[in-house]
């Protein structure tokens, strides 16, 4: 247990290479990842399974205990990310596939890394993991209804097709969790410290498999894509900030609103592009996740040298 702790702890300072090491090998052979691309939602599902693991029902409780930060949070989130993407896609003309990508990452929840660099931030971590728990819970109306509206131009989207995928991806592997951190919480404290592990790996295949499946594409259009991910990424940290501080939060709330709307479920984002798009409209959730976590890692840094009593 001790070996696999270590194991754990070294994949978990090292992810981000991990990630980009993993997408270069899926560019240079992509067979090696393709047996991925079927299990991809399975693959999803697991890391929203570990998420809900780490959770207990009193958890939710914070959410009520401060209304106004975590609304003022989810306000942030689903305005700002999905109008920037659909801005972005509509600004640099994007083929339909790829628009739809891009707005589906922005119309995603926050993520379980999201709460990870709030905490190496030195944010509020408990704003976080609110808005986190919180967005994730609206996800399955929020996420299809705006990528209803923004994403229909380019691409059919079914509310009720993505509605349900959501529940099963998200939601039910998170109750899941849940209920048996609630049933066997002795049990599970032995094993949690091995989660991130286990997402860890999860998140990877994925990234490998849906690079693998769209290697030339990405070697063709991979310069435009990750620009507009890039930006997607630095401008959502950047309005985020510039919300909460209109609002009137102190610095640690600050750090987390704006690591929290930077930041997206982008293993979602790729599950729902494969299952209701295409394996190319998964690309920019894919590059996305390799670019957060790399953004991510280097604005909890910055902002970790900010002293939470400097208001």
């Not at 929020?142 to 995928?165: E, H, K, N, R």
Request: overall charge positive; glycine content about 8%.
């Amino acid at each position: 247990m001790k070996t696999l702790k270590k194991i754990s702890d070294f994949v978990s300072r090292n992810m981000a290479l991990l990630i980009v090491a993993c997408t270069v090998v899926a560019l240079i052979m992509p067979g090696a990842f393709k047996w991925v691309v079927p299990q991809i939602t399975i693959l999803l599902g697991v890391v929203m399974f570990g998420m809900g693991m780490t959770l207990r029902v009193d958890d939710f409780k914070e959410i009520f205990k401060r209304p106004r930060d975590v609304l003022i949070g989810l306000a942030a989130q689903f305005t700002i990310m999905p109008l920037l993407a659909f801005g972005l896609a509509t600004a640099f003309d994007l083929p339909a596939d790829l628009a739809a990508g891009v707005i589906l990452v922005g119309t995603c929840p926050g993520g379980t890394a999201s709460n990870v660099m709030t905490y190496l931030a030195k944010g509020d971590l408990a704003l976080s993991v609110s808005m986190s728990m919180a967005s994730t819970i609206l996800a399955p109306i929020v996420t299809p209804l705006l990528t209803l509206v923004l994403a229909g131009a380019w691409v059919d989207v079914s509310f009720v097709d993505m509605m349900i995928s959501i529940f099963q991806v998200v939601i039910a592997p998170i109750l899941l969790g849940i209920i048996i951190n609630s049933l066997f919480g002795e049990a599970v404290k032995r094993v949690v410290k091995l989660l991130p592990l286990i997402s860890i790996v999860a998140v990877v295949l994925i990234l490998g498999g849906v690079v693998s499946v769209n290697a030339s594409r990405i070697l063709e259009t991979g310069a435009l894509v990750i620009l507009v991910v890039v930006l997607h990424n630095l401008c959502g940290y950047a309005l985020g900030f510039c919300a909460a501080r209109a609002c009137g939060m102190n610095v640690a709330k600050t750090k987390a609103v704006t690591i929290e709307v930077g930041m997206q479920n982008s293993g979602l984002a790729v599950s729902l592009a494969i299952v209701h798009f295409s394996a190319a409209a998964a690309i920019p959730g894919a590059i996305f996740s390799v670019w957060h976590n790399i953004s991510g890692s280097l604005a909890a840094n910055i902002m970790a040298q900010k002293s939470n009593k400097d208001n």
